[in-house]
């Protein structure tokens, strides 16, 4: 598998700055893989960067999922020994304890030696929203307090900026008064058109909000344009009263790798995070 780097400006589509490799499944018909197996072949790639002995951040939602099963085949298997798991949401630590991935949280752990979890989006410069699944909180403290960061995507999860799937891009609430916070973030980013809605349980059409594992809401932003210095929006969302947390993750990602129809690219950036 060969490993690029990322210089400060690319192209996630340059031919200078990506290199593509045949899959551990290049066996299988590229026209038969489906997006899950896309996103098995990246998870399983990201694995070949735990080493024993390391406290390792487990991510959450349908890609992390793979990386966690991965690692506790690993374990029984005895390829890897005395890995300690720091989960990022409810879902995950369930998964992980019937697995008998053994466990810990960062009080405990305040260092941890890699994280493995996926994205909704990854920008050119490796920046990512991360979220959707409602974990952005649990997440973003995990993977903040990490040496190394490993995203795992497929690549319908590449875009030119962040926001660019039309998708949301989740920004965590206290429920109170959550329509004023809404109302908030959506006047802050009228120039990029940005609509809001509160998350709703079950298929988002109807029924209860959406509640955290920290017990707040999630209100989904939606932009029609960019929205420019991804810092100065991340910093005004920081200063609305009543916001905990939002769903970009910038310049945290050390290591990206994205599965494809005709391979796994890794992208590495330039320098580290």
């Not at 400060?8 to 700055?17: A, M, R």
């Not at 390792?56 to 349908?62: D, E, H, K, M, R």
């Not at 949301?168 to 008064?177: H, N, R, S, Y």
């Not at 916001?243 to 320098?271: D, P, Y």
Request: proline content about 4%; glycine content about 10%.
């Amino acid at each position: 598998m060969a490993t690029i780097s990322l210089p400060q400006s690319p192209s996630l589509d340059s031919p200078q700055t990506l290199m593509m490799a045949p899959s551990s499944s290049s066996s299988t018909a590229p026209s038969s893989l489906t997006q899950d197996d896309l996103k098995k072949i990246a998870a399983y790639k990201a694995v070949e960067f735990v080493r024993s002995g390391m406290v390792v951040g487990l991510g959450t939602g349908s890609t992390a999922r793979h990386a966690v099963d991965r690692i506790a085949e690993l374990l029984d298997q005895g390829e890897l020994r005395d890995i300690i798991g720091i989960p990022t949401s409810s879902t995950t630590h369930e998964q992980a304890l019937a697995l008998g991935i053994p466990l810990s949280d960062l009080d405990s752990h305040p260092v941890v030696d890699l994280a493995i979890d996926g994205a909704d989006e990854v920008d050119p410069f490796l920046n990512l929203v991360k979220g959707r699944g409602g974990s952005l909180l649990r997440e973003k403290m995990v993977e903040g307090a990490c040496k190394e960061f490993v995203v795992i995507v497929d690549e319908s999860k590449l875009v030119d900026y962040l926001g660019g799937s039309l998708l949301a891009m989740p920004v965590e609430v206290i429920k109170f008064c959550w329509k004023f916070s809404a109302e908030r973030l959506r006047a802050l980013f009228e120039y990029a058109g940005c609509t809001t809605r509160l998350r709703l349980s079950g298929d988002g059409k109807e029924g209860e909000p959406y509640v955290t594992d920290n017990g707040n809401y999630v209100v989904d932003l939606y932009f029609k344009r960019e929205i420019g210095d991804l810092s100065a929006a991340s910093d005004a969302i920081l200063r609305l009263a009543g916001v905990v947390e939002h769903g970009m993750f910038l310049k945290m990602a050390s290591t990206v790798i994205v599965a494809g129809k005709h391979g796994v690219r890794v992208i590495n950036r330039e320098g580290g995070r």
